[in-house]
């Protein structure tokens, strides 16, 4: 299923196609990811819904953010808003990605929300869906490395896919400093480091989830994630 050119829907992208270590493969056009949607058009949003037939949006951003960004409340499928963190978030004061995300991992209520967050992937009225969260690539990377990973994709599949959000930054940068009140030019001044998407960064998270827990399913299960929920998933995303 080819994706449809979107007029300012960024950073827009098919889980599907990973290869899976027992040789399977996640299927294609059931679980997209994306910067907000609430940037996209009335006809990126048709598109979405008609030509990916994608029932369900996934929200990660933070209540505060939904509110100052365009209201998704007439998508006419299912809107579920799942904060991953709140506000800033817990990794903010960090001086590189990589650490913070893996603080972010070691936080149990955002261990706990991912679990959640697949068990909604899993259930059967969800897919197709997509998630997002405000450029598609902190909050976004993390549960697609957390859902990649469960399914027994490659760490180096998972970090290529995460670095492909890389050569999507510029034109979501160039849109986002021409919305009025814009903060992009004075964040890309001051926290130049936090605003990319390099390899070591979820190269760091990948190797502390090997280091500290074995694998990703065991991360996971150490969140209360249950071996029905990997069945499930494998059943409705592996070919």
């Known amino acids: ?37 609430s940037d996209a058009t009335d006809t990126d949003l048709e598109a979405l819904a008609q ?37 800033a978030g817990p990794w903010a004061p960090a001086a590189t990605l990589g650490p913070g995300y893996v603080a972010m991992l070691q936080q149990p209520a955002i261990g706990a929300r991912l679990v959640e967050l697949l068990d909604l992937i ?11 969260c405000s450029m598609g690539k902190d909050r976004t990377g993390l549960v697609a490395a957390a859902l990649l990973g469960s399914l027994g994709v490659s760490s180096t599949a998972i970090a290529n896919d995460y670095v492909r959000t890389t050569a999507a930054l510029d034109a979501l940068f160039a849109f986002r400093s021409r919305q009025p009140g814009s903060r992009v030019a004075d964040q890309l001044r001051s926290i130049p480091n936090l605003m990319g998407a390099p390899r070591d960064a979820i ?19 150490a969140q209360g994630a249950t071996p029905t929920l990997f069945q499930t998933l494998e059943e409705r995303l592996l070919e």
Do not use: C
């Open 51 to 87: 030509a990916l037939r994608i029932g369900t949006l996934i929200d990660l951003r933070t209540s505060r953010e939904t509110a100052q960004a365009r209201s998704l409340a007439a998508w006419p499928g299912r809107l579920l808003q799942l904060e991953l963190y709140e506000q």
């Open 122 to 132: 899993a259930a059967n009225d969800t897919l197709p869906a997509v998630f997002f």
């Open 203 to 221: 190269e760091t998270v990948l190797d502390f989830v090997q280091s500290e827990h074995g694998s990703m399913r065991n991360y996971l299960q």
């Open 1 to 37: 299923m080819a994706t449809p050119q979107f007029q300012q829907l960024f950073n827009f992208r098919d889980l599907g196609g990973h290869a899976t270590r027992d040789g399977r493969r996640v299927r294609t056009g059931l679980l997209f990811r994306s910067a907000a949607l």
